[in-house]
């Protein structure tokens, strides 16, 4: 399944592009981008021919979010991606690093390979975000424009064989990325507003198209990532970098009263930003604030 656009389907076939429209027994919200689905009636893709998706095979992987942290509610992003490519302006917008955890987290969740794309080289130097994610041992690539063909090239080779879905928020340049790499998808592409340094929403719906032998995966700009589908120890498994501290904890240490073995941890090795954003994640889950928000 490569695209949805107002209840109709578009079915990648061995003979081409087959639009569908969904039989009424698998319900609302039943098919995603990414899905592999059985077809029936004409596939011929003709135009003006309508199949019907009649089963959703089974999926290899979820990607889900939630409307915010405190709605179990899930929404199912995409289908059966193996990579998320987070994609992260170093300027214009600047980098949004709660976010870019937050997106860590759910790909841990959803267990694909996140892959961290590091946008805009050419307007601020990428040394402190790296730095910031070099001990999960996390795979980064930073890009700049115009973008070098051996940067191009490298970025081809990590999507090489994968069914990746880029995640980001608007502005960061994901749109630019899936022209450059698919000329043939021609993405809208959105300025971003000096005052507020927020993207403008180009893209409305998730589309799926080839990339070589393997499948890239455009989604429309994200404000935020909810979470409230993932629980705790999902959470706290997710930031890799702070194990060796939480090992100290008793059993059943929740990472934000006083006495937890963190604190001293973290400042030890200089671990107070992912401490940080950890424990803001944490709060956000049980629809507190932080201690000393302002109300």
């Known amino acids: 399944m490569a695209s949805v656009d107002r209840g109709r389907y578009g079915c990648v076939a ?22 592999r689905v059985a077809l029936a009636g004409d596939t011929s893709g003709a135009e003006g021919t309508l199949a019907r998706i009649v089963r959703v095979e089974p999926r290899t992987s979820v990607l889900r979010r939630s409307a915010d942290d405190t709605d179990p509610t899930e929404r199912v992003i ?16 600047p980098p949004r690093l709660r976010f870019v955890d937050r997106c ?47 940067t191009l090239s490298r970025l081809r080779r990590a999507l090489a064989g994968r069914v990746s ?32 340094g927020r993207g403008r929403h180009t ?42 501290g939480a090992a100290g904890c008793p059993p059943g240490c929740d990472h934000l009263s006083p006495g937890c ?10 671990a107070q930003a992912r401490l940080d954003s950890l424990r803001r994640l944490l709060y956000s889950l049980r629809g507190d604030d932080p201690p000393g928000t302002p109300r």
């Open 165 to 196: 879905v880029l995640i980001g928020q608007s502005g960061v340049g994901k749109s630019t990325l899936v022209n450059l790499l698919v000329p043939e998808a021609d993405r809208a592409v959105g300025a971003v507003n000096p005052v507020t």
């Open 104 to 150: 860590l987290v759910a790909a841990y969740d959803a267990e694909l390979d996140p892959l961290l794309l590091l946008t805009k080289g050419d307007l601020a130097a990428p040394r402190k975000v790296r730095a910031g994610y070099a001990p999960l041992g996390l795979p980064m690539l930073t890009t700049r424009r115009p973008l070098p063909p051996r």
């Open 78 to 93: 995409v289908a059966n991606a193996d990579q998320m490519v987070i994609v992260c302006s170093l300027d214009q917008p």
């Open 203 to 244: 893209s409305s719906s998730a589309v799926a198209l080839p990339l070589d032998d393997g499948w890239l995966i455009d989604t429309p700009g994200l404000r935020g990532f909810g979470l409230g589908h993932v629980s705790t120890e999902r959470v706290v498994e997710a930031f890799g970098d702070l194990a060796e």
């Open 14 to 35: 061995e003979d081409g592009l087959v639009i569908a429209m969904k039989a009424r027994e698998l319900g609302r919200g039943s098919v995603v981008v990414g899905d």
């Open 261 to 270: 073995c963190l604190d001293q941890w973290a400042e030890e090795h200089h």
